[in-house]
């Protein structure tokens, strides 16, 4: 069953923008992976938060995360047009086996 | 440079047919995954196998089915091919060391078309 819901559906920018993409969930995690997808390929991993953690820095991506919100942030810093993909958000259960629960994703489309 | 694998990148099959999906990591990863992709709908997990001989069902699995001989290859079965399984099959791995949650190596997907 689909958790992780992204927002917005479609997000379009300019190079140089930021581009800021959010996860909302329902149930408690033990952590909350960001994939990008690029057309019609496979998804390829971007960073990982857990549970215990508030903010990640990986390059120009950062990502938060609030718990009591059940919500997660994605924000890509000086966009490129090479970052355009879709982005999907993924969260691992508590407990249980080793699965994924992805989103539906924002695909985001960066203008030279 | 760790690789997932899947053995096509297109292929049409016709309804009633017996498709198989090749999916083959080198990583030794003990996780494996199938999953489908459409449209507004993202990616739903059909089957997934964290052992050799071992799977279980996603939240998809109906007219599907999954092998699991070596542990380096995930085989995906549609039993008897419909025009509704026409779709983008992604296969990923993973590895159960440290994190236990983490996370997944994707193929370049199959796009299956059933005619």
């Known amino acids: 069953s689909q958790q992780g819901e992204e927002d917005p559906q479609a997000l379009s920018i300019q190079e140089g923008e930021n581009a800021t993409m959010n996860c909302s969930y329902k149930?408690?995690?033990?952590?909350l992976q960001w994939y990008r997808q690029n057309s019609g390929r496979g998804l390829v991993h971007l960073i990982l938060i857990r549970s215990n953690e508030r903010e990640k820095h990986s390059g120009r991506l950062r990502v938060t995360l609030d718990t009591s919100k059940k919500s997660s942030s994605l924000l890509i810093t000086a966009s490129r047009a090479a970052d355009t993909a879709s982005y999907f958000c993924a969260t691992a259960p508590l407990t249980g086996y080793s699965t994924l629960t992805f989103g539906k994703g924002t695909m985001l489309l960066v203008s030279p | 440079d760790v690789k997932v694998t899947q053995s096509s990148r297109y292929l049409v099959k016709r309804t009633g047919e017996k498709v198989f999906l090749e999916c083959v990591q080198d990583?030794?990863?003990?996780?494996m995954f199938w999953y489908r992709q459409d449209p507004g709908l993202g990616l739903r997990l059909i089957y997934f196998s964290y052992d050799v001989k071992m799977k279980e069902k996603g939240d998809i699995p109906e007219g599907y089915s999954v092998s699991r001989e070596k542990k380096e290859r995930f085989s995906l079965i549609l039993e008897s091919a419909s025009t509704n399984q026409t779709s983008m099959y992604l296969c990923a791995s993973s590895n159960n060391l440290g994190l236990r949650y983490n996370e997944q190596f994707f193929g370049p997907g199959t796009r299956l078309t059933v005619l």
């Open positions: 990583m030794d990863h003990e996780n």
């Open positions: 149930t408690s995690i033990n952590n």
